[in-house]
């Protein structure tokens, strides 16, 4: 018990810090409209050379569809935040190795995500233009009342980490678990969370991709760290302990039974 609550006060100070992080990017580059607004046109002129101009077309093909609306703007809501919590508590509890291995890429990716909002500010589409409609507060009341403006980071568009840190979530559960249906159909949020960031005018297309590049860098980096640099006394199966404890049943069992036939045969 210990332990444990020493672990969760750890933990708790870091993301903290992180928080804070956040909030003082947010504090410097909140009030640059005008430059937010510039670079989302950039933005948006080198999507129409890449032919990925789709914002638009996108959210107007569902616009109409109460559901569809109502599902991105759930997938949106609920897919983020929950989701992360609930899966690094759960891989807190029975995956610490892989518990490190998300928060550290989420870490990584974080601050170099910092930099490009403090550097790089870009108005997503529901602020760009009123072609755009803002879904979430049209439609979800609740969620802008839960987490009004005034505490976010509105012009932080780039890189998007609604599809960058589910992400690293899917890639979390597919290395984890054992059942080949499930490792799959991890990635199945991460599809679904690109296509709501899109519909509810959160995100445009390339702020996707940039969420994508930045996450698996951070994931990269700490895949190399841990494999340059393994944890003191971390062994093979020290490894395979950590990541499935039923593993040091099964060998204390073959100790055991070994140990056996030697003082039978005696």
Same mark, same amino acid.
């Given at each position: ?15 903290? !810090?992180?928080?804070?992080?956040? !909030?003082?990017? &947010? ?8 430059? *937010? ?16 101009? !789709? ?19 759930? =997938? ?8 992360? *919590?609930?899966?690094? =508590? ?6 610490? &190795?892989?518990? %490190? ?5 989420? %870490?990584?990716?974080? #601050?170099?995500?910092?930099? =490009? ?5 870009? *108005?997503?589409? &529901? ?42 979530? #899917? ?22 969370? #690109? ?9 445009? =297309? ?12 951070? %994931?990269?980096?700490?895949?190399? &760290? ?5 944890? %003191? ?34």
């Amino acid at each position: 018990m210990g332990r444990t609550r020493v672990f969760i006060q750890r933990q708790s100070m870091l993301v903290g !810090l992180a928080l804070l992080a956040y !909030l003082g990017v &947010r504090f410097f580059t909140q009030g640059d409209v005008a430059t *937010a607004h510039r670079n989302a046109r950039q933005l948006l002129d080198f999507q129409k050379a890449l032919g990925l101009d !789709l914002e638009l077309g996108i959210q107007s093909l569902f616009l109409d569809d109460h559901g569809i609306i109502t599902l991105a703007n759930w =997938i949106y809501i609920w897919g983020y935040w929950p989701v992360l *919590a609930g899966t690094l =508590i759960y891989l807190g509890a029975r995956h610490r &190795r892989a518990f %490190f291995e998300l928060r550290n890429a989420m %870490f990584i990716s974080g #601050a170099i995500g910092l930099v =490009i909002f403090a550097t790089f500010a870009v *108005a997503p589409p &529901r602020l760009f233009s009123s072609q755009y409609v803002d879904t979430v507060t049209e439609f979800s009341f609740f969620y802008r009342v839960a987490q009004p403006p005034s505490l976010a980071n509105e012009y932080a568009a780039v890189p998007s980490f609604h599809f960058g840190w589910i992400l690293l979530v #899917a890639i979390a559960w597919y290395r984890v678990t054992r059942n080949t249906a499930l490792r799959y159909a991890a990635f199945a949020l991460p599809a679904a969370m #690109a296509f709501a960031v899109v519909v509810t005018a959160n995100h445009w =297309i390339l702020d996707i991709v940039a969420g994508a590049l930045v996450s698996l860098t951070g %994931f990269g980096i700490e895949y190399s &760290r841990t494999r340059l640099f393994p944890p %003191f006394g971390s062994s093979r199966l020290a490894r395979a302990v950590a990541n499935r404890p039923e593993e040091l049943v099964i060998r204390l069992d073959a100790v055991d039974e070994h140990r056996n036939r030697r003082q039978h045969h005696r």
